[in-house]
């Protein structure tokens, strides 16, 4: 239920054998009640009177004065005043009662009356009304007993007040507490997703957009133990552009990098989801196949590889090595790449064997040659 929808008195779970047990700790009986009930008369006689001399004496001090601020508040001030003193000779103090008595902390909150003003002022009033019942009742027992009741009274009413006071203390409080928490919650995902596009940004290549050497280090030992739990081979795939020196110095370095930018591209468009590609350096580019042998790397993503550079960068070719490891023993990471790595020289050897002057005519190597040499 919506704090709006209760009274003070339900959202402080004061119930009327709250208030009974209240009255009791004060020892304020139906006595009490009955005598401040018999001086109704009298004060509403001078109510007037003491409205008056208390907004005289309240108005004096400049503090108070800033608080009220203006002639219909004080107006407006004057008549809940004089409610609120008919109200303590009205000799019925219940739930309404009560709940009035919340309000006024509540309002005392909100425009700012701190705690030590709102208690010089009742006691301003109690003064009042303690000398209006002395000149009208005179000194005797009666006046006595009406004293002792008003006492009593008084300390019920002031520690409501201070009660829906220090709540809505509280609940600014944790209204505050909120916001912070939300702000910090807002802020820690923010963090997390700069953290996140940072972390993915530092294992990209940016001229060719497949991961870099860095990320091989770090996710080939995971591919590895991954397939070795799960009883299954990993192929890496090493691969270098044929005389991609030559690329450069005959075409321009901007052409070099459109060759990289293009076997980047070519990689990651034929690569399964769980094929990672990366740039080990310069021209050399690595492609890790979980769950895949050499045989299968070579029959599929090898031929499609070759197939690919000879539409899309023709007169440039590539020497391929591929090497597995798994299903029985796992190599380390590095020995798997160096052993790539060396298959890759000897695919690369082979085929300037075969076609020596291929190389010194501007493309490297005769293009879309399938230099692949895989594990026997
Ligand atoms: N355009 C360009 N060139 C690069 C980049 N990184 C490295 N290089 C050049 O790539 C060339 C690689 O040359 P090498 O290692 O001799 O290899 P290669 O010319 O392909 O010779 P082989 O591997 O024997 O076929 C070097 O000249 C590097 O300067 C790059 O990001 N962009």
């Excluded at 030992?221 to 552009?241: I, K, M, N, S």
């Excluded at 023709?314 to 391929?320: D, K, N, Q, R, Y």
């Amino acid at each position: 239920m919506q704090q709006t929808e209760q009274t003070l008195l339900e959202q402080m779970h004061i119930s009327e054998l709250d208030i009974e047990y209240r009255k009791q700790l004060l020892n304020f009986t139906a006595e009490h009640a009955a005598a401040l009930a018999a001086c109704l008369p009298l004060i509403s006689e001078r109510i007037d009177a003491l409205v008056d001399a208390f907004y005289q004496a309240q108005t004096s001090v400049d503090e108070i004065a800033l608080l009220i601020g203006d002639a219909d508040t004080l107006g407006r001030l004057r008549t809940a005043q004089r409610r609120y003193i008919l109200d303590l000779f009205s000799g019925a103090y219940d739930v309404d009662y009560v709940n009035n008595r919340l309000r006024i902390g509540m309002v005392h909150k909100r425009i700012g009356v701190e705690p030590r003003l709102y208690l010089a002022g009742i006691h301003e009033l109690k003064g009042l009304l303690v000398g209006a019942l002395r000149r009208g009742l005179g000194d005797g027992p009666q006046c006595a007993a009406v004293l002792d009741a008003l006492d009593k009274l008084v300390i019920f009413d002031v520690t409501l007040v201070f009660e829906t006071y220090i709540r809505s203390l509280v609940a600014e409080i944790e209204t505050a507490k909120n916001k912070s928490d939300r702000y910090a919650r807002s802020l820690e995902e923010k963090v997390s997703q700069r953290t996140q596009q940072l972390e993915q940004l530092s294992r990209i290549d940016p001229l060719t957009g497949v991961y870099n050497r860095r990320y091989l280090a770090e996710s080939l030992a995971a591919t590895l133990r991954a397939a070795q739990r799960r009883g299954e081979p990993v192929t890496l795939v090493y691969l270098d552009v044929d005389d991609f020196k030559g690329i450069n110095d005959k075409f321009g370095h901007p052409r070099g990098d459109e060759v990289l930018r293009g076997v980047g591209e070519i990689l990651r468009s034929i690569c399964r989801t769980e094929d990672l590609s990366y740039r080990y350096g310069g021209d050399e580019f690595c492609v890790v196949l979980p769950n895949c042998t050499v045989a299968a790397a070579e029959a599929a993503f090898c031929r499609r590889l070759v197939q690919l550079m000879a539409e899309q960068l023709p007169g440039v070719s590539l020497s391929i090595g591929v090497d597995q490891t798994g299903p029985e023993d796992y190599d380390l990471p590095e020995t798997l790449i160096s052993r790539a790595d060396a298959r890759m020289y000897q695919a690369k050897h082979a085929a300037r064997q075969q076609a020596p002057d291929a190389e010194e005519s501007g493309g490297g190597a005769a293009a879309g040659r399938p230099a692949v040499e895989g594990a026997p």
